[in-house]
């Protein structure tokens, strides 16, 4: 079995809640999951200060771990030199901070992990450009058969019909083609609302609240995703945080049929008979 940890929008700046980042980075280390995936918005305002702050606590989580870069890790203080930066080089300090690339890939022993920043100069989030889709599309034909392939973007793809936030493009386009590349789970952040489904094309997306920011959203409080994956299903657990207990707790657990295994192919086969 193999355990993932995915944690978002951490939000290092104002609202940033210090307790709860000593209390998961404490999950972390106990649970010492294979991978910890962070999805993006590691600030508030991009500040070096900021970006300070998140570089010293990624260094204290276990490795291996993965990262992208989401909407707020790009500068935006209202002054001239730093509208400049935006304009020119936006991603330079989360590069700088946080992982030298905007785009990556990992690859571990049964998982084939491909992450693209997924924000846009002209339009907000959610699209990806040609050169990235053909990133995405080559990183993923090197993936071994049989490894679990996972898709990290910091926007999500879908949305649970309640909250629909700007900035998701073409859905169920994108989520076709992921398909036909081969990707099992989709990772992202972005909404501060945790979520979890199974696709029509099968594909099982986990999107994570924000863990440790105070700008919670919708009556949901924080939260971070502790994802399973087993020969034949995938599970996903939204752990929520108690203030009674004073910890993250389970708040839910769905377990969903893997769809690249035997098992999975012939329910999805049923539903589209
Ligand atoms: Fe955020
Ligand atoms: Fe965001």
């Not at 951490?10 to 995936?37: M, R």
């Not at 785009?103 to 491909?114: E, K, P, Q």
């Not at 789970?185 to 594909?203: A, F, M, R």
Request: proline share 5%; net charge positive.
């Amino acid at each position: 079995m193999t355990i993932l940890f995915h944690l978002s929008d951490l939000h290092f700046g104002p609202k940033f809640n210090a307790h709860l980042s000593e209390l998961i980075l404490q999950d972390v280390e106990n649970a010492k999951p294979d991978l910890t995936i962070l999805s993006g918005d590691f600030t508030m305002r991009a500040r070096i200060e900021e970006f300070e702050q998140a570089r010293a606590y990624i260094e204290k989580l276990p490795k291996p771990i993965f990262t992208i870069p989401g909407n707020h890790d790009q500068p935006l203080v209202p002054n001239l030199g730093v509208m400049w930066e935006r304009a020119t080089t936006p991603w330079a300090r989360y590069k700088k901070y946080i992982h030298a690339t905007e785009d990556t890939s990992l690859a571990l022993a049964d998982l084939f992990v491909v992450g693209v920043n997924s924000n846009n100069r002209i339009v907000p989030g959610g699209i990806w450009s040609g050169s990235q889709r053909k990133f995405i599309a080559q990183e993923f034909s090197r993936a071994p058969i049989g490894v679990c392939k996972i898709f990290v973007t910091h926007h999500h793809i879908e949305w649970n019909g309640k909250y629909r936030p700007f900035g998701t493009w073409f859905p169920t386009a994108q989520l076709n083609w992921l398909a036909k590349l081969g990707v099992e789970l989709i990772l992202n952040g972005h909404t501060h609302v945790p979520l979890n489904l199974q696709t029509t094309q099968g594909i099982v997306i986990a999107q994570a609240g924000t863990s440790m920011s105070g700008r919670v959203r919708h009556g949901h409080g924080n939260a971070y995703n502790r994802i399973k994956l087993e020969r034949d299903s995938l599970t996903v657990q939204i752990m929520g945080y108690d203030e009674h207990a004073d910890k993250f707790i389970q708040r839910s657990e769905k377990t969903f049929p893997r769809r690249a295994s035997p098992v999975a192919i012939s329910s999805l086969q049923e539903k589209t008979a």
